[in-house]
Each structure stands twice: as C-alpha cells, then as structure tokens.
Nanobody
Framework: QVQVVESGGGLVQPGGSLRLSCAVS????????MEWYRQAPGKQRELVAT???????DFADFVKGRFTITRDNVKNTVYLQMNSLEPEDTAVYYC????????????WGQGTQVTVSS
C-alpha cells in the first residue's frame, strides 16, 4: 500500500526556518508530481508549492522568495524548506502525490503541524 508520511513540523519563532520532509513508499515516486498544501483552522486547504517529476517548481504568491521545494528520487522524499516564517504560516502542512495525470486521485499524508509564534 502507498504511504505518505510528513515530518519536521513544530514550533518556530517568527523569522525562523523549518524544513518539512515527506517520505513516500509503495509507489514509483519519481514518476509523480509532488505537492505541498496547508490548512489553517477555518480556512480552505491551499496549495503552497509543487515540484514535477522532472524537477520543475511552482509556488504560491504568499511564499515566493521564502519557501523552496525539492525532491530526492533516491530517498523517495520531497522537502519544503521554509524561511522567514510568519505567524500567518501557522497551519497543518500536507504532502500530496498527484496521480491525476494518470487518471487517479491523489495520495495524501496525515499532515504535520507548523506553529509560528513568539
């Protein structure tokens, strides 16, 4: 079975940095676009960043210049490096494996909590 497991969340002060990891197993990871979403209480889940199977990246406007998404196809892991964190970045961050290109639905992890506070 496919497993998507996020880690690396925690408490960080404003202006600080954090790196999230998403480990994938049970599927050929290198074939798929990977996505990071986040969801704050009372808000819709929003797309943060994507990275294609070939390494092309895209970012939401609210994280451009602050966040970086990378992938390691040997370790089957995607990362989200978050710098200059703000309280507004507080949310549960989810990793998703995009299968829509192949006619399937995404696989999702359980999420990891990021809290930005003094």
């Amino acid at each position: 079975q496919v497993q998507v497991v996020e880690s690396g969340g925690g408490l960080v002060q404003p202006g600080g940095s954090l790196r999230l990891s998403c480990a994938v197993s049970g599927i050929i990871f290198s074939m798929y676009r990977m996505e990071w979403y986040r969801q704050a209480p009372g808000k819709q889940r929003e797309l943060v960043a994507t990275i294609s199977s070939g390494g092309s990246t895209d970012f939401a406007d609210f994280v451009k210049g602050r966040f970086t998404i990378t992938r390691d196809n040997v370790k089957n892991t995607v990362y989200l490096q978050m710098n200059s964190l703000e309280p507004e970045d507080t949310a549960v961050y989810y990793c998703s494996l995009d299968r829509t290109r192949f006619g399937g639905r995404n696989y999702w992890g359980q999420g990891t909590q990021v809290t930005v506070s003094s």
